[in-house]
Nanobody
Framework: QVQLVESGGGLAQPGGSLRLSCTAP????????MAWYRQAPGKARELVAP???????NYADSVSGRFTMSRDNVKKTTDLQMNSLKPEDTAVYYC?????????????????WGKGTLVTVSS
């Protein structure tokens, strides 16, 4: 029921840039770690970068130096700036959060995902 919402995907040229954004719904009260994952067709989902509430980031080797993750703890959003894009960056990109919200079982921390946004890098 509760989902994050990604935006900003699309087509980019090799060497180009895209900026992905992720927004949490209002019912989410607080967020611990946020992260971006990606999944190419026929491959397993891989972690691109996690970002703690305190600001600790650990980029995957494949994107280090090219991608930059940021977050706004008040707005409960995260962005992924992707520069120097390569064809191998083509994938569906997913937003993830460890989120606090209330349902029939009470207020609890849960894992929340977005439905993904497609990034295609091609000339």
């Amino acid at each position: 029921q509760v989902q994050l919402v990604e935006s900003g995907g699309g087509l980019a040229q090799p060497g180009g840039s895209l900026r992905l954004s992720c927004t949490a719904p209002a019912m989410i009260l607080s967020i611990n770690t946020m992260a971006w994952y990606r999944q190419a067709p026929g491959k397993a989902r891989e972690l691109v970068a996690p970002l703690s509430r305190a600001g600790t980031i650990n980029y995957a080797d494949s994107v280090s130096g090219r991608f930059t993750m940021s977050r706004d703890n008040v707005k409960k959003t995260t962005d992924l700036q992707m520069n120097s894009l390569k064809p191998e960056d083509t994938a569906v990109y997913y937003c993830y959060a460890e989120a606090l919200y209330s349902d029939s079982e009470g207020v609890k921390w849960r894992e929340v995902w977005g439905k993904g946004t497609l990034v295609t890098v091609s000339s």
